[in-house]
């Protein structure tokens, strides 16, 4: 593959002086239009070393406007990234609307690197590759623009390139021994890095190979790429027909695991409060346990109003050190959430090794309330299941315990706790308007939530659906499973 | 002082139990209010070990309602954290208006522990007890309502109290080594203790010292104390009459440091290509070497319009590796930066070890736009000078180079620069209709800034008046002061 581009392009310094300023106004104009619209677009810069990563990144900094740019460049990973999964790195910096990222390494690096120096083998990187696929598609989904480079070098000029450097007295320092590890493995690196472009060269992340021998050649080849790229995806985000946004009301099925609950299992307040305190107990030192294992906890709490979500979790808390534990209410999206892929609020509250956080809703909104009031188009809330489970998935493998209670009530109970609400002066906050309006939409929610639970849930990231009628029960429900989580993980 | 706390104070659980459903309703209602209202509230809950603090915690997170209220626990500094100024962990947790933040430990506990600990002498103590101060005035200013807490035990309760729990089966956990080492440590951690209360006992963020022992008592007088001073809080933003946000126009003083830059220096382009090559290559390498010594560098650019910022910032980056820095491009605040203290938006921003970030204008814009424009009153920026000295004390301390570059042209040259840009296809990005408006205050500006570099300079922080109306000299003399710094301080 990369021999195909070992052809010895060149571009002369004249025709690189002609077309440059054309170039750099086309950049800045195109560049413009981004900043008012919905699109963010990343530019990964990958390849071989000493083919002039750095340099490229100055000049696209020097010819566009740098204040609408961020460069990120992936070192070594700091602790507070060790310590939650892979791709959280790449979350916390993806460019909000209107911005350009130029990354600077990417998540190709680590796959390709560890499978260079064998801390991977073939499978491992395809898994990763695969991943990665499914991470573009959904940045593609989510009108995020990537453009992805590949600075080929052929090994001799690789090897003279660095030579050149080292005996240049003010640019020998650039060259370090790890470039030299490189080099020496470079027909390893070669073939690896190959595997992987081709495996994720998909049409709406493709890669671009380009010959880097010639400055002035690579130099146009990159910038007429971007140009081109953004050109196109903002018109096509001109011309796409308005999005639609409807709600949608999926109708009740067959079976409805919901409703085939027992919501007959009570417990009286004894039986109550001696498995309380000793599930508390349990958990307190089960959670203590965790710490010290370096592993987390997410626990999601979903479920309709007044199903006792904040109770539970305060039940849950009740064992907790609360500098252990941090509740995340999911609510509305803040400017910046919005200006972000969809799951990056919830990427951006995971807990580090030895914590635990407790989603008062979460992420599964978006097949919720967002499908039923018609907040998101069919097809985001469609696409939501896969890159969810994609999602938990990463969550699970680094480490964080996922436990996913859907607490449920009847209609009946909930009504009743409404008046209950209503009436009882330190409840009255918890009662609002739009509770009334979703009670209407009640069989709705409850078709949509075991679409969700068929599709989201799994052996290993299982669904948890708590009959929730009576409290007690509910509460105690809730404690024993996450004991029973924690024990299961820490045995 | 403690002793004056040791009375035995103690409520029945009866009247406990009477006063408690009024107690949450009224602080629901109260945090109801808070949640759409221009408030932040902080609970800094601090006092001796084994005096309840959890449970306290614990508490307010039920009695309250959890989903607006953050816990923020402030054990071991991440490496991120580490490698910023001290402060930077709390200003990434300050909580956004509108929320309450509990904070586990705080500013105080660093200060006062390496006291005990002899890791610092009394004059260290007081110097970050009165940065303290600053701080928390700062807070205020800004419409956040700081409670400290301070749950005192006497030395024998605490003793009994960490060995009933260490008999406990479930709770003996949670008695750790260093609980004991810190009653070993009683007398002087109280005495150190009392200097830091006392001395950062202000009006506007006064200390409550609580007696601990009995739990009804210490419940009641915290949540109660946090009940009244949110009520009075919501009250006094109600009746503060609407604020004044005139624009402020400061007139010219008789000696105008920018006025006498010696604007006709130049460097022919001969001259200048080679004094970029030099300075280039020293910068690089000094870059480098501020990054093997874990220092880093924090670049300032403020001026009028089209006084050649970007050109300058683009010759430093020219020097540097992309991977190194950042460039901060301060335009108008996200919603979640305006939900903060003013100076938040830059301290996310602050430069990790070994790394540079440049600020394309930068915090100075609450004395120069915000002043001039009226976008904010005048007390804001009036103290926004002594915010900036203590911010800026901060960066220096922690070592961050900071150098702030005022670049300065006369308002003719700034005219024909506005014509060029205007006819120069791949410039005319830079100039808007808001460049001429600002024109017509020049002078106001100028003046503005020469109080602003008169205020915020000091030996150790100085600004740096570029003469700019010759671009060649202004971009050699920006680099040629980069250098210089670094090699200041890495020689």
Known sequence: MFESVEVGNRLSKAAFKRIEPHMRHDLLEVQKELAVSPLSVIVIVGGAEGAGKGELVNLLLSWMDARGIDVQAFWDETDEERERPFMWRFWRVLPPTGRLGIFFGSWYTAPIIDRVFNRSDDADLDRALD????FERMLADENVLVLKFWLHLSQDSQIKRLKKLEKHPDES??????????????????????RAIRRTNTAFAPWHLVEAEDVQYRTIVVTRTI?????????????????ERRPDMPKPKKFNVLENL?????????????????????????????????LSMALVFEGPDAAGKGGAIRRVLSALDARQYRVVSVAAPTD???????????????????????????WYGRVLVERIEGFCSPEDWQRAYGEINAFEEQLAESGIIVLKFWLQTTPEEQIERFRDRQTTPYKQYKITEEDWRNRDKWNAYEAAACEMIEKTGSDALPWIPIPANDKNFARISVMKAVAKALEDRLK
Chains 1, 2 share one sequence.
């Not at 307040?269 to 346990?289: C, D, N, P, V």
């Not at 910046?336 to 990056?344: R, S, V």
């Open 131 to 134: 991943r990665i696929v499914e």
């Open 173 to 194: 320092w650039r060259v370090s021994k790890s470039d030299w590890k490189f080099v020496k493995k470079y027909k390893k690196f070669h073939r690896i890095s190959e």
């Open 227 to 243: 140009r081109n790229a953004m050109q196109s995806a903002l018109e096509a985000l001109k011309n796409r027909p308005a999005e």
């Open 336 to 362: 910046e959430e919005k200006a972000h892929p969809y799951l990056w609020r919830f990427w951006r509250h995971l807990p580090r090794r030895g914590k635990i956080t407790i989603f008062d809703r979460s």
């Open 262 to 294: 027992d919501q007959t299992q009570t417990l009286t307040e004894e039986e109550y409060e001696a498995q309380l305190t000793k599930y508390r107990s349990r958990i307190g030192f089960l959670a203590r346990k965790l710490r010290e294992k370096g």
